[in-house]
Each structure stands twice: as structure tokens, then as C-alpha cells.
């Protein structure tokens, strides 16, 4: 798999619900951020976590960070409609360029 | 403070034109980044210029594509004789001056590149 892979691809819940997606990378990181994108938009920053942070919050977002599993999860609490959109991990690796994965789509049904 | 400015938002090309597309970083930015996304992908990186240089262009193809970010006015991003297959999103992204392991990167609206 590639640099900052994702994990579901696709995820559909209902309004309320939380929803939980996965990122897995291959190299050593600086930070790993998270953006949404809704359809045929452009990307908006949702949160940057850095190598030596373990957990971040931001309103109904928590991301976490475990360097040692190469892994990172983004959590929606209390999911809305608006936040139907596909969410990226991207993850800086020392080279200011970004690697993106493929994204996880999810749908919130209200 | 406005954010990462892109234009043309659409543009369409017949094979073999050419394509420019602008992008303005947003005010204090020094960095400008250029992603291209596929339907249903991912962005990929293309280019990382900062003013008059070009940093890293290791994601650029090795033809037909350039980039430059000028003393004064926007970066460009430009494709001479574009092939269907250069259809695609192109995204601007900017991030301010300091370390990168603290800054994130802005993107703009991007432009929607289609080749007849």
C-alpha cells in the first residue's frame, strides 16, 4: 500500500453516530494532517498532529497518532449530514511535499 | 485575509493546446505547492517552488509540464500540448515561513482541467 493509506475506503452512518477512519503510512513522518473535501471541491484543513504528539481535539474531531504502528485515526463524534465529504490523511515527511492516501468517503444519512 | 486564489476554476482545452493555470498563496505565504487528483484519488504532489526557485519538482512530469513562482505575481502551472490523460483537478496550496513540521498547507478551490 501507499504512503498514508485509508482505511475504510467507503463508510456510511446514520445522523449522530460516530464515525472512525484509519490511516496507515510506511516512512518515518514530521506530522500527519487531515483534510475533508466535499464533492468537486477543494481541500479544507481539519488538524495537524505532530510526531511526538499522541492525541489532538478539535471541537468533534480527535485524532490520534501511534508512530510506532505507523498509524493514525480520525474520530466524528455526533455525526451531522454536513459532514458527507471524502477525508484525506496526508503526511509530511521532512520534504514540505505531501502524501496523500486515497481517502475515505463517508456518508451521513440524516 | 483571503485564502489560496486559483483561476481559472474550469478549463477546457483541445488536445494539443496549451494550459496555464494561476494560482496567488495566501498574503505572508512564501511556500506554493501544486497537487493534481484523479477522479476518485487522491492529490499528488507535482511541485514545491518558493519565489523564483524551484524547490522540489520531483512529482512533475519530465515533459510537457513547468511551474514558476515569479518575484511578482502568481505561480504558474503550465501544460504545453495537453493530452487527454492531463485531464484532472489541479490544487494551489500555500503554507507560510517557519518549519514544516508545524505548518499546514492552505489549498485553493483548484482549477478543473478537461481536454477534449
Known amino acids: 500500500s501507499q504512503q498514508g493509506e485509508e482505511d475504510p475506503q467507503a463508510l456510511s452512518i446514520q445522523e449522530g453516530e460516530n464515525a472512525t477512519m484509519n490511516c496507515s503510512y510506511k516512512?518515518?513522518?514530521?506530522?500527519l494532517q487531515w483534510y475533508r473535501q466535499n464533492s468537486g471541491r477543494g481541500l479544507v484543513h481539519l488538524i495537524l498532529?505532530?510526531?511526538?504528539?499522541r492525541e489532538k481535539h478539535s471541537g468533534r474531531l480527535r485524532v490520534t497518532l501511534d508512530t510506532s504502528k505507523k498509524s493514525s485515526s480520525l474520530l466524528i463524534t455526533a455525526s451531522r449530514a454536513a459532514d458527507t465529504a471524502s477525508y484525506f490523511c496526508?503526511?509530511?515527511?521532512?520534504?514540505?511535499?505531501?502524501?496523500f492516501g486515497s481517502g475515505t468517503r463517508l456518508q451521513v444519512q440524516p | 485575509n483571503a485564502g489560496v486564489m486559483q483561476n481559472p476554476r474550469h478549463l477546457v482545452r483541445r488536445r494539443g493546446q496549451e494550459a496555464r493555470l494561476r494560482c496567488s498563496p495566501m498574503?505572508?505565504?512564501?511556500?506554493v505547492y501544486w497537487y493534481r487528483q484523479l477522479p476518485e484519488e487522491g492529490l499528488k504532489f507535482m511541485v514545491y517552488?518558493?519565489?523564483?526557485?524551484?524547490?522540489?519538482e520531483s512529482g512533475m512530469p519530465k515533459e510537457r509540464f513547468s511551474a514558476e513562482f515569479p518575484k511578482e505575481g502568481p505561480s504558474i502551472l503550465r501544460i504545453q500540448q495537453v493530452v487527454r490523460g492531463d485531464s484532472a483537478a489541479y490544487f494551489c496550496?500555500?503554507?507560510?515561513?517557519?518549519?514544516?513540521?508545524?505548518?499546514?498547507?492552505?489549498f485553493g478551490p483548484g482549477t478543473r482541467l478537461t481536454v477534449l
Open positions: 496550496a500555500s503554507s507560510p515561513p517557519g518549519l514544516a513540521t508545524y505548518n499546514e498547507q492552505f
Open positions: 516512512t518515518s513522518i514530521n506530522n
Open positions: 498532529i505532530r510526531s511526538n504528539e
Open positions: 496526508a503526511t509530511e515527511t521532512g520534504r514540505r511535499a505531501l502524501t
Open positions: 498574503k505572508g505565504h512564501s511556500h
Open positions: 517552488l518558493q519565489k523564483e526557485n524551484i524547490i522540489d
